[in-house]
């Protein structure tokens, strides 16, 4: 609440005092006085909504409009209180949203981590075969051969071809070939499976 301030044209005392002569005048300044009608504001922070002003005004005073002020206050701290409700069930809803994604976030993490896993022992496997099929043709193709370091020169070349598809083969190497689930996982390697707008750090504020 405050006193309203208007525009006034008057005459200073120092102007005056100033003057030497009767018909000499002083001139008027424009300034801003008191005008002595009071003015309330509500100040509230309720979406979509401007902020009401009253006064004293010709045709109505401050305090007739008293009832109307009243009403306004309880208008606006209903909506006040159902937006706040709203706003904490939203974070609610948030923070439930952000406990139910965090555990998903990770499965499907370790998930995609396994399918990577198993579409690399896929390829392994299958060059593995390559390489026994053609060191099974490789071999075939020995048998023409003459004996002596030709022939020698081949078989040697088929016995690495078969023990570099042993090393590769998946099959071959028990100790890999299971579902792994990391120890430790970092949050920012979960955010691409989090939803829009959260973190796995921390929960939403």
Known sequence: MWEEKEKVSKISPEAVAELKYDWQ????????????RLAICIDFEVRWRIKPLWADRKRWT?????PRIIREVE???AQWKADRERAEREKSERRKLWEESVPKARQEYIDDQNRAQL???IGAHLRALQLRSY????????RTMD????????????RWIRAEADRI???????????VTPD??????????????????????
């Open 25 to 36: 005048r002083a001139q008027p300044v424009t300034t801003w006085d008191w005008s002595g």
């Open 62 to 66: 401050l305090e007739s409009r008293l």
């Open 75 to 77: 208008d606006l701290a």
């Open 119 to 121: 579409e690399k022992q």
């Open 135 to 142: 060191a099974a043709a490789v071999e075939i193709g020995t």
């Open 147 to 158: 004996p002596g370091s030709e022939q020698e020169a081949a078989l040697e070349w088929i």
């Open 169 to 179: 083969d998946p099959t071959l190497h028990p100790g890999a070939l299971r579902y």
């Open 184 to 205: 430790r996982i970092s949050y920012w390697e979960l955010n691409k499976y989090m939803p829009e707008g959260l973190t796995a750090l921390h929960p939403p504020e």
